[in-house]
C-alpha cells in the first residue's frame, strides 16, 4: 500500500490534479482545504476531505493525523494572510508568538510552516515530487522559438527578477526592447501582465520571464504558469514566456504549451545560472 | 547680465516654474518646447520660446545656439521615445548610429544626451541649481512624523528601490507592514499608487519610497514629488512618503508639504545610506 498523501489545498486545479494523480496511481489521499481559497466545485465531493481556516492549525494537524497522512504537499494559490484575517487558534498563536506576526510579511512563513509539519512527523514533499510532468526541463517546450532580441529581453529581466527574488519581493518581470516594462511583487502575474498591455511600445513584444526565488522552499509555492498565462501574455503583446527549468510548475502542460503554439508565443524553460 | 538659460521642457508645471525663477532674478531665458510633452498653456506665450519634435535635435541645437543660451536645464517629463515615433532629422540619426538605437531602453541615453549637449558649448545645469529650494533637506517636512513600524516599512523599500536602481529599473517602490507591495518600472508613481490601492492589506497603511538611482545623473530625471503625489499616496491609504533628500525635487515645496499635512501623511527627506 502506497504511503498516504494528504493535500492542503488552496486556489486552483493543481489540488484536484493532484488528487487525480493519486487515483491513477492507487495512492490513498486525504485533502485538507483552506477556507476562502480552495475550489470546492473544481475539487469535487468523492475524495477525503475536510475544510478549515487558515488560522486553524491546530485543527488541520489533528484532521491529518486522524485521516492517517504521512506524506504531505502544500498545493494551489493562498493569498497571505492578515493578522486581522487569521483569527488563529491556540496552536496558531503559539506558532506565530515563537515566530512573531511580522513573519507574516515574510517568505520564509511558508519554511517555518515546513519545519512546524515536519516537527509533527509528516513528510513534507513538492508537487513535482507527485506529479513530475508539471516541472519542466530546459529547452523549448512549444513550436516557436525565441529570436536573438527577444533573448537579450529574456537575459535582462533575468538579471531584474534574481535581484528582486534576492530581496524575497517578486518572481516576474516583463522585459521589451530592454526595456523593464513591469515588476512583480504582490499583484500576482495576472495583473502584471494586464498592465503591461497598456505599456506596450510599438515594435517587437515584450517577454515574461518567472523564476524561482534564489534559495526558495522548492517544495512549496514554486512559479506556476497555465493556460491563463499564455493567454494573457498574448493579449499583453508579448513575444514569449521564460520559466525556471526543474522549478516551476507547468498547471497543465499540454493546455500550457498547445495555447503558447496557437497564440504565436515561445514558451520556455531556462536555467537562470545560464541565461543571466 | 547673469547667463542666459536655456530650458529644454518637457511635461508639467516645473519648465514655467524654472522661467518665473529666470524672470523674478533678472536672467534672460529662452525655452526650447517638445512637441507632444511640453504644456502650452502652463508655458505661457509671453517667455521667448520655439517647439520641436524630440526627433529634430539638429533644429533644436541650431536654435539654442542663435538664442544665444549658454547654461542648460532639462526639465519636466519626457516620455521614452520609440524608435517609430522618433522620426529622427539627421543630427539625431547621426546621435544614434553612434550610440546604438537600443540606448532608447537605457538610462545611459540622459548621459549620451547631457554629454553631446556639453560638446556644443552648453553648461548643462540642474534643475536644483536653480531652483535650490526644490531638493528637499534630509529631515521631516511636514507635520506628520513616522513611526517605528513606518520606520521599517521606509527600511525595506529602500533596500528594495535601491536594488532596482542599480539595474537601472526604477525609483519607488510601496511597502506595507514589511511586504513590498508594488514596485515601480516604467509606468510611474501614478500608476504604481493607483493599484497599490487595490491591493493593501487591513491595519497600518503603507509608504511610499522614492530614491535617486545609485550613479544616476542627478542633472536631469531626478525623482519628483508634488502635491498630486500626496493625494494620490493618500488615497492608496499610505501613511506617507519618503524621497531622496537632496536628489528629489518637490514639484511645489509648499503645496505639497500642506497637501501631506492635510491628508494626516508624514513627508520625510531620507539619506538612504543612513536609511537603509
Known amino acids: 500500500m502506497p504511503r498516504k498523501l494528504g493535500i492542503i ?37 468523492d475524495v477525503d476531505q475536510a475544510w478549515i481556516r487558515m488560522g486553524e492549525a491546530g485543527t488541520g494537524i489533528r484532521l491529518l493525523h486522524e485521516a492517517g497522512v504521512s506524506d504531505l504537499v502544500m498545493a494551489g ?12 487558534d491556540w496552536r496558531t498563536a503559539r506558532f506565530f508568538a515563537r515566530l512573531g506576526f511580522k513573519a507574516l510579511g515574510d517568505d520564509s512563513l511558508l519554511s517555518a510552516v515546513t519545519r512546524e509539519l515536519e516537527a509533527e512527523g509528516f513528510c513534507i514533499v513538492g508537487v513535482h515530487d507527485v506529479l ?61 501582465l494586464a498592465r503591461c498591455r497598456a505599456l506596450a511600445r510599438p515594435g517587437p513584444g515584450g517577454v515574461l520571464v518567472k523564476l524561482c526565488k534564489p534559495g526558495q522552499e522548492t517544495r512549496v509555492d514554486l512559479p506556476t504558469v497555465g493556460p491563463d498565462t499564455i493567454s494573457n501574455a498574448a493579449a499583453a503583446g508579448l513575444r514569449g514566456v521564460a520559466v525556471h527549468a526543474g522549478r516551476s510548475l507547468l498547471v497543465d502542460r499540454e493546455a500550457t504549451i498547445a495555447a503558447a503554439d496557437a497564440a ?13
Chains 1, 2 share one sequence.
Not at 487515483?23 to 490513498?28: H, I, L, T, V
Request: charged share 25%; proline share 7%; with cysteine.
Open 264 to 276: 504565436g508565443l515561445f514558451l520556455l524553460a531556462i536555467d537562470p545560472e545560464v541565461a543571466a
Open 77 to 88: 494559490g493562498v493569498d497571505r494572510p492578515t493578522i486581522a484575517g487569521l483569527r488563529p
Open 9 to 45: 489545498a488552496g486556489g486552483g486545479t493543481l489540488p484536484a490534479r493532484l488528487v487525480r494523480a493519486c487515483r491513477d496511481a492507487g495512492r490513498p489521499v486525504f485533502v485538507l482545504a483552506l477556507k476562502d481559497h480552495c475550489d470546492a466545485a473544481a475539487l469535487g465531493s
Open 132 to 192: 513530475p510532468d508539471l516541472s519542466p526541463e530546459t529547452g523549448i517546450l512549444g513550436r516557436h522559438t525565441p529570436d536573438e532580441s527577444a533573448r537579450a529581453d529574456i537575459a535582462r529581466a533575468v538579471e531584474v527578477v534574481r535581484a528582486l527574488g534576492a530581496l524575497d519581493v517578486g518572481q516576474g518581470a516583463v522585459v521589451q526592447q530592454g526595456i523593464v516594462l513591469g515588476v512583480e511583487a504582490v499583484e500576482g502575474t495576472d495583473r502584471l
